[in-house]
């Protein structure tokens, strides 16, 4: 428990919350409801110090939070009190979001909320446009799985995150991050699908700021992601341990 009410975890989560903020003020004009891809990569440096990538004890956001739990990196205390203050960022940053721009922007890019399906104008009446639930879903898992093999597994590896830099894992994770989002919606094509979330707890801001259609589907962003975990630390402990050089 003193992990968990120590003064260094809860500085730490403080760091969260404003990282979370700031999150959400990084919005795509040109697309629906996706940040842009430069965000994860100001999250990793504004949520922690930069010692995060050398001990891993700071994950930013909940995919990472989960999987770091479920590989042994962190405790279960340590874990919660992460993704509840990546949970009350996401709210903060809705809010502050809210604040600043008018009620067009707000609608138009759902407060830069994650989106399965959306309700348009149509000949006869409103009509709801987006992806299947399914389809989203299986999308979700993999970029999940993907994200976490492709980028986050380098910073969980001593020897990659030594021999590759802070700067340069930080890089990667946003282009990796920045090009699943960008795949997801290009492959699908489908209007009033915002892309992969990547990241529950800045979907979870806008859907409980603005509320209403955000909440369609909005368990596909916490489900698929924590299966995609789940898939993630399975290929982990499949790897031999002498092949493994994690914290």
């Given at each position: 428990m003193e992990s968990f009410f120590g003064r260094a975890s809860w500085d730490r989560n403080a760091c969260f919350c404003l990282g979370h903020s700031s999150y959400l003020h990084i919005t795509d004009q040109n697309r629906h409801t996706q940040p842009s891809t430069i965000g994860p990569s100001c999250l990793c440096r504004c949520s922690s110090p930069p010692r995060y990538l050398s001990h891993l004890r700071r994950?930013?956001?909940p995919i990472v939070t989960f999987a770091a739990l479920l590989t042994g990196l962190i405790s279960i205390s340590k874990a919660v009190i992460y993704i509840l203050a990546q949970c009350v960022g996401g709210i903060l940053g809705s809010l502050a979001l809210k604040a600043v721009v008018d009620r067009a922007i707000e609608r138009?890019?759902?407060l830069a909320g994650c989106t399965v399906t959306i309700v348009v104008p149509g000949v006869d009446g409103p009509t709801v446009?987006?992806?299947g639930t399914s389809q989203a879903l299986w999308l979700e898992i993999i970029c999940s799985f993907?994200?976490?093999f492709a980028s986050v597994w380098m910073a969980f590896d001593r020897r990659q995150a030594k021999a590759i830099g802070r700067v340069m894992i930080c890089v990667i994770l946003g282009i990796v991050l920045g090009l699943l989002v960008y795949i997801s919606t290009t492959v699908t094509a489908a209007k009033g699908y915002g892309?992969?979330?990547l990241n529950p707890a800045r979907c979870l801001g806008p859907a409980i700021v603005r509320g209403g259609h955000l909440w369609n589907g909005h368990w596909i962003f916490w489900v698929g992601p924590a299966?995609?975990?789940v898939a993630f630390a399975l290929y982990v402990k499949m790897i031999p341990r002498e092949h493994t050089h994690t914290y």
């Open positions: 994950p930013h956001q138009t890019y759902s446009i987006g992806l993907v994200f976490l892309g992969a979330g299966i995609g975990c």
